[in-house]
């Protein structure tokens, strides 16, 4: 048996994989423990490195250090794949709002931390620690962990502690508030989801109408498109109780009915322009004399990655129309300027054969999609490091600033999924292969961390580190009820979009997961996946410049 001791105690690269793979099998395991609806997921894995390196069962600094940089990397890059398509047009008008929103609380649990500081003398750098986990945001911690590395060339392991303490009630803290929110403005679910239903976001929507206004009676679609000055689609007409495909040169005759997909909010310009709105069962549709069918087509060939629809010509050489593109689940009106991307997911319109030959030259296969693109990964990773060990001086701090291992891959990450098709860089993953490597990265972080932290956690909670608790209490719940009555107060905004801009500002998955079971709509998480790429870098951002205020 002297074998298995030693090789719980040596210092080898054997020790360290299976101290790692401890941790974070059994903080997986504890992460199924709930409290009441809550739980605390992985976090549990961090508590876990605590309770073992607590207990002797430490690893090589080395190799620790490396375990969690490149842990790091792997879960932002991960999100900023995700993200990345909708990160921009997130941050159009109805993302505007939310973003400026989510910068409040943020810019309020800073300088509450910061006041924190300066009322009871508490340290600074510590204080960012207890922030770290009262926001429950993991890459922040990282990011003033490495600045502090660099600027002093040591680690500062109460950071990890702080942020340990403080985390547990950081993720009850953002649904507490949540809930208080709908108590201090007695709001009722039931009304609340009744009053939301008539949305203003634009979403795509499929609308029919009939021919009806003379002045545009004989002339063709694409006419009709300028006039209107908006994008969309005429997925198929019916003329004389027969279906056609349309093209663009297609002349309108008076009392065709066509079937339009087109944003929301270009419906009632589009009725007033063409003629009134009438509704047929698609049963209707299917019964009138035609060959046409509907067929969901996926984009699977490489080359396809970054062309426009225009650049096939599919409507002009095969009769067939592309009413919408499914991008990430969000659908999109397939106007001719707009680049298709592998794993699109292609609406489109036409007879059976023509239907084939489409699906043959989009791809069409979804086992090609099962293949890992690796290139775009760690071509990314090598230039988000290079973007993130770049040092930026601000006025007034003596040190520059970087964006470090955390926001460098983020950003590039984002750059590369939004304009890496325009390149031909094919940037799909499955949702499946993309969280698998969040998963991996952020474990590898959060037991790297809680074995580093171990050694002097117990010591630091008796030194002083209760109130910790309290402080990342504040810093929690204090900016989010002042945040959530502006938004409620002051912007009108509903309830569900109020849960996802806390839960995205906090960059909290389990707050998420709270919020659409109280919601039935999908306001929560598209406010949650408008605010969090924002958050996610700004988080990271002042971690690093309150580290910087703390050093000088």
Same mark, same amino acid.
């Given at each position: 048996?002297?074998?298995?001791?030693?090789?719980?105690?040596?210092?080898?690269?054997?020790n360290?994989?299976?101290?790692?793979?401890?941790t974070?099998?059994?903080?997986?395991?504890?992460?199924r423990?709930?409290?009441?609806?809550?739980?605390?997921?992985?976090?549990?894995?961090?508590?876990?490195?605590?309770?073992?390196?607590?207990?002797?069962?430490?690893?090589?600094?080395?190799?620790?250090?490396?375990?969690?940089?490149?842990?790091l990397?792997?879960?932002?890059?991960?999100?900023?794949?995700?993200?990345?398509?909708?990160?921009?047009?997130?941050?159009?008008?109805?993302?505007?709002?939310?973003?400026?929103?989510?910068?409040?609380?943020?810019?309020?649990?800073?300088?509450?931390?910061?006041?924190?500081?300066?009322?009871?003398?508490?340290?600074?750098?510590?204080?960012?620690?207890?922030?770290?986990?009262?926001?429950?945001?993991?890459?922040?911690?990282?990011?003033?962990?490495?600045?502090?590395?660099?600027?002093?060339?040591?680690?500062?392991?109460?950071?990890?502690?702080?942020?340990?303490?403080?985390?547990?009630?950081?993720?009850?803290? !953002?649904?507490?508030?949540?809930?208080?929110?709908r108590y201090?403005?007695?709001?009722? !679910?039931?009304?609340?989801?009744?009053?939301?239903?008539?949305?203003?976001?634009?979403?795509?929507?499929?609308?029919?109408?009939?021919?009806?206004?003379?002045?545009?009676?004989?002339?063709?679609?694409?006419?009709?498109s300028?006039?209107?000055?908006?994008?969309?689609?005429?997925?198929?007409?019916?003329?004389?109780?027969?279906?056609?495909?349309?093209?663009?040169d297609?002349?309108?005759?008076e009392?065709?009915?066509?079937?339009?997909?087109?944003?929301?909010?270009?419906?009632?310009?589009?009725?007033?322009?063409?003629?009134?709105?009438?509704?047929?069962?698609?049963?209707?549709?299917?019964?009138?004399?035609?060959?046409?069918?509907?067929?969901?087509?996926?984009?699977?060939k490489?080359?396809?990655?970054?062309?426009?629809?225009?650049?096939?010509?599919?409507?002009?050489?095969?009769?067939?129309?592309?009413?919408?593109?499914?991008?990430?689940?969000?659908?999109?009106?397939?106007?001719?300027?707009?680049?298709?991307?592998?794993?699109?997911?292609?609406?489109?319109?036409?007879?059976?054969?023509?239907?084939?030959?489409?699906?043959?030259?989009l791809?069409?296969?979804v086992?090609?999609?099962?293949?890992?693109?690796?290139?775009? !990964?760690?071509?990314?990773?090598?230039?988000?490091?290079?973007?993130?060990?770049?040092?930026i001086?601000?006025?007034?701090?003596p040190?520059?600033?970087?964006?470090?291992?955390?926001?460098?891959p983020?950003?590039?990450? !984002?750059l590369?999924?939004?304009?890496g098709?325009?390149?031909?860089l094919?940037?799909?993953?499955?949702?499946?292969?993309?969280?698998?490597?969040?998963?991996?990265?952020?474990?590898?972080?959060?037991?790297?961390v809680?074995?580093?932290?171990?050694?002097?956690?117990?010591?630091?909670?008796?030194?002083?580190?209760?109130?910790w608790?309290?402080?990342?209490?504040?810093?929690?719940?204090?900016?989010?009820?002042?945040?959530?009555?502006?938004?409620?107060?002051?912007?009108?905004?509903d309830?569900?979009?109020?849960?996802?801009?806390?839960?995205?500002?906090m960059?909290?998955?389990?707050?998420?997961?709270?919020?659409?079971?109280?919601?039935?709509?999908?306001?929560?998480?598209?406010?949650?996946?408008?605010?969090?790429? @924002?958050t996610?870098? @700004?988080?990271?951002?002042?971690?690093?410049?309150?580290?910087?205020?703390?050093?000088?």
């Amino acid at each position: 048996m002297e074998w298995l001791v030693n090789l719980f105690t040596s210092n080898s690269i054997a020790n360290s994989v299976l101290i790692i793979g401890l941790t974070i099998a059994v903080g997986l395991l504890l992460s199924r423990i709930k409290f009441g609806s809550v739980s605390l997921g992985i976090t549990w894995v961090l508590f876990t490195g605590i309770l073992l390196s607590h207990f002797g069962l430490g690893i090589d600094p080395r190799i620790c250090d490396f375990v969690k940089e490149f842990g790091l990397i792997l879960f932002v890059y991960s999100i900023g794949l995700q993200v990345g398509p909708g990160f921009f047009s997130s941050l159009r008008e109805g993302g505007i709002k939310l973003n400026m929103l989510a910068v409040t609380i943020i810019l309020l649990g800073c300088l509450t931390a910061f006041g924190i500081h300066l009322l009871t003398g508490e340290d600074l750098t510590t204080m960012v620690g207890v922030l770290s986990g009262a926001v429950t945001n993991t890459p922040g911690l990282g990011a003033a962990q490495q600045t502090i590395s660099d600027v002093t060339g040591a680690n500062d392991n109460t950071l990890a502690a702080a942020y340990a303490v403080a985390y547990p009630l950081g993720v009850v803290g !953002i649904i507490l508030s949540m809930i208080a929110i709908r108590y201090l403005f007695r709001i009722k !679910i039931d009304r609340e989801q009744a009053a939301t239903l008539d949305s203003n976001a634009p979403h795509t929507v499929r609308i029919e109408l009939r021919v009806t206004n003379h002045g545009v009676v004989g002339k063709s679609i694409e006419e009709v498109s300028h006039i209107a000055r908006s994008k969309f689609v005429v997925a198929r007409m019916i003329r004389d109780d027969k279906q056609q495909i349309v093209a663009g040169d297609t002349v309108l005759n008076e009392n065709d009915i066509l079937r339009i997909v087109a944003s929301s909010e270009d419906v009632e310009l589009l009725q007033s322009l063409i003629g009134e709105s009438i509704k047929i069962d698609e049963r209707e549709w299917k019964s009138t004399t035609s060959n046409l069918e509907k067929r969901r087509i996926v984009v699977t060939k490489p080359q396809l990655n970054g062309k426009h629809i225009s650049d096939l010509h599919i409507r002009a050489n095969y009769n067939v129309t592309i009413t919408r593109v499914v991008r990430a689940g969000i659908e999109l009106v397939a106007t001719y300027e707009l680049r298709l991307q592998m794993g699109d997911v292609v609406v489109v319109v036409g007879r059976k054969q023509d239907l084939d030959d489409v699906a043959a030259i989009l791809g069409n296969s979804v086992r090609r999609l099962d293949h890992p693109n690796l290139l775009p !990964i760690f071509i990314g990773i090598f230039f988000g490091v290079l973007l993130g060990s770049i040092p930026i001086m601000f006025p007034g701090i003596p040190q520059p600033i970087k964006l470090g291992l955390a926001g460098g891959p983020l950003i590039v990450a !984002i750059l590369v999924a939004r304009y890496g098709p325009r390149y031909k860089l094919v940037t799909f993953t499955t949702n499946s292969a993309n969280m698998m490597i969040r998963e991996i990265g952020i474990s590898l972080f959060l037991a790297a961390v809680g074995l580093s932290a171990g050694e002097t956690f117990v010591s630091s909670i008796c030194d002083g580190g209760y109130w910790w608790v309290l402080y990342g209490v504040a810093i929690t719940i204090l900016p989010l009820l002042i945040t959530g009555i502006i938004a409620r107060k002051a912007m009108k905004m509903d309830y569900f979009s109020i849960m996802g801009l806390m839960s995205g500002a906090m960059t909290d998955p389990p707050a998420l997961a709270y919020a659409n079971t109280v919601a039935t709509n999908d306001r929560a998480s598209v406010a949650y996946a408008s605010v969090y790429p @924002l958050t996610m870098f @700004l988080r990271i951002f002042t971690a690093q410049i309150l580290v910087l205020i703390a050093l000088s």
